[in-house]
């Protein structure tokens, strides 16, 4: 039986009851594998890697070592909300690395998405194997990979945590929510008591905001989709649409247009709403987002974000058009 495929029999993971049973399951499975030995995980704090901690927590407690590493695509205020709930409130053994300047540098003049992606899942294993080969006992690799994952990585877009792996790696897989679709895994991270903002948390790609500034990276153009993302999600908390949206961001391309800003022309970058609903990421509708919101977040953007002077919405469902642009 190919373990990377989904029984026909296996129920959807809807109730508590049904999540509890799974993590029994893959509690004494983790146990099993892992022994008495060390587990590496990228924590990255998104909803995915946030319940394979703290489901590895419950299994193995202390031997579950939990790296996060900046990569400096990050949201505004991930990094240390990751500090604040899993090192203060969990009690976690987390490491925590800032590798802004390793990951932008090797990002520079980069524009070809797949590459992109390569170079900072390539990253990401050289950053946990330097973090390893510091550490006595370490064996495992914990990954945050789930059902659409595996699908989709036969020929659509490559995943960090699908494939791509050196050969010489040495470390053997643990990854217990493999065969989980999103909302599943959201019930089994409220059943293992995490917060639910938290679980409730956008999904969010590994590559983070990489894969939104598209074309090639710079530090101006990150630092104003950064900021434009920011004010979307607090707009968006702020109206509720939190609760009714799956998935919202912005996209910023390597593309300007002429503006005016204080009486005088100018050049600027545009901000682009994705607003997605889905139950498995497989495919997914627009959200209608009131105009009078849509003014609001356009008016607070080109107002407070520097490098930003209009803001795009995105009306392509999936299929035709992936969830994200690259």
């Not at 890697?49 to 299994?59: D, E, G, P, R, W």
């Not at 939990?66 to 991930?78: D, P, Q």
């Not at 791509?164 to 019930?187: A, H, S, T």
């Not at 002077?309 to 994200?324: A, F, M, Q, S, W």
Request: glycine share 8%; hydrophobic share 40%; net charge negative.
């Amino acid at each position: 039986m190919d373990e990377n495929k989904r029984p026909d029999t296996m129920e959807r993971i809807t109730t508590k009851a049904l999540a509890d049973a799974f993590i029994e399951k893959e509690v004494k499975k983790v146990r099993q594998q892992v022994g008495d030995k060390k587990v590496l995980l990228a924590l990255s704090g998104g909803v995915d890697s946030s319940v394979v901690a703290a489901l590895l927590i419950k299994a193995i407690g202390k031997q579950l070592v939990s790296v996060h590493v900046n990569h400096g695509l990050m949201r505004k205020g991930e990094s240390e909300q990751v500090i604040e709930v899993f090192e203060k409130q969990l009690g976690a053994n987390l490491v925590y690395v800032d590798a802004t300047d390793r990951f932008l540098g090797l990002l520079a003049g980069v524009s070809e998405p797949e590459r992109k992606r390569k170079i900072i899942g390539g990253e990401f294993i050289k950053v946990f194997d330097e973090e390893a080969r510091k550490l006595s006992g370490i064996e495992f690799l914990a990954q945050g990979t789930i059902y659409p994952d595996i699908l989709e990585s036969d020929g659509v877009k490559a995943h960090h945590n699908v494939g791509g792996l050196p050969e010489d790696m040495q470390f053997e897989l643990v990854e217990p929510i493999k065969l989980l679709y999103k909302d599943e895994v959201r019930v089994v991270g409220e059943a293992l008591g995490l917060p639910h903002s938290m679980v409730y948390r956008q999904p969010f790609p590994g590559p983070g905001l990489g894969v939104r500034c598209l074309g090639a990276i710079t530090r101006d153009r990150l630092e104003a989709l950064r900021e434009a993302d920011a004010i979307l999600r607090e707009e968006f908390d702020g109206a509720g649409l939190n609760k009714t949206v799956w998935q919202y961001f912005i996209a910023v391309p390597d593309v300007k247009s002429v503006g005016v800003k204080d009486g005088k022309r100018y050049e600027g970058w545009p901000a682009i709403i994705r607003a997605v609903n889905t139950t498995d990421a497989m495919s997914a509708t627009i959200e209608e987002i009131p105009y009078v919101l849509l003014h609001k977040i356009t008016a607070r953007i080109t107002a407070e974000v520097n490098g930003i002077n209009r803001v795009l919405y995105d009306l392509t469902p999936k299929p035709v058009g992936t969830i994200e642009w690259e």
